[in-house]
T-cell receptor, first 116, second 115 residues
Framework: GENVEQHPSTLSVQEGDSAVIKCTYS??????FPWYKQELGKGPQLIID?????GEKKDQRIAVTLNKTAKHFSLHITETQPEDSAVYFC???????????????FGTGTKLQVIP | KAGVTQTPRYLIKTRGQQVTLSCSPI?????VSWYQQTPGQGLQFLFE???????NKGNFPGRFSGRQFSNSRSEMNVSTLELGDSALYLC??????????????FGEGSRLTVL
């Protein structure tokens, strides 16, 4: 089955600096790679995702890159703000055209702390 | 639009008991999946239901079971509770059809403590 590894497990950055979180996956059939942000006491929320036919995607201060050959993908947050402090999870799955998906496998999470 | 609702939010049980957790998905979503979240293991997939049928299953023992009703609401049950079952149980819904973007919408979870 799919295995997703995520690094680092904790990350502290100064406000305004950039943060990078990296993940690797094992199943070359995986074609959908979302990133979720979980704030304290809440469920995870999707912040950005990327499909396997795209190498990079940006949404304001957040970007994700995917290297299919190396089977790794990364989350980049620029100009970090205190409200970016949370736990971030990467994930990998096979998303079918029918809308179904093979089970989503999550990384173990990165606790990001942005220091004001 | 109401989000995913999970009940109860907190519960305490003792070893050997059983527990039932409930999840109401976003209106119109037909897929409901369940995850176990623990500090050491992260988010572990339990199972996914679509149109009252289990479509995917994770690697959990048979003590963990679930079902989905015709209105897409779902329940999961854990029998013969063990201390290691203490966790946050998250439910997520998605469209589950060809219009699905892949995004999972999570509830706030049910925190189970087994004593």
């Amino acid at each position: 089955g799919e295995n997703v590894e995520q690094h680092p497990s904790t990350l502290s950055v100064q406000e305004g600096d950039s943060a990078v979180i990296k993940c690797t996956y094992s199943d070359s059939a995986s074609n959908y790679f979302p990133w979720y942000k979980q704030e304290l006491g809440k469920g995870p929320q999707l912040i950005i995702d990327i499909r396997s036919n795209v190498g990079e995607k940006k949404d304001q201060r957040i970007a994700v890159t995917l290297n299919k050959t190396a089977k790794h993908f990364s989350l980049h947050i620029t100009e970090t703000q205190p409200e970016d402090s949370a736990v971030y999870f990467c994930a990998a799955s096979i998303l079918w055209d029918s809308g179904g998906y093979q089970k989503v496998t999550f990384g173990t999470g990165t606790k990001l702390q942005v220091i004001p | 639009k109401a989000g995913v609702t999970q009940t109860p939010r907190y519960l305490i049980k003792t070893r050997g008991q059983q527990v039932t957790l409930s999840c109401s998905p976003i209106s119109g979503h037909r897929s409901v999946s369940w995850y176990q979240q623990t500090p050491g293991q992260g988010l572990q997939f339990l199972f996914e239901y679509f149109s009252e049928t289990q479509r995917n299953k994770g690697n959990f023992p048979g003590r963990f079971s679930g079902r989905q009703f015709s209105n897409s609401r779902s329940e999961m049950n854990v029998s013969t509770l063990e201390l290691g079952d203490s966790a946050l149980y998250l439910c997520a819904s998605s469209l589950g059809t060809s219009a699905n973007t892949g995004e999972l919408f999570f509830g706030e979870g049910s925190r189970l403590t087994v004593l």
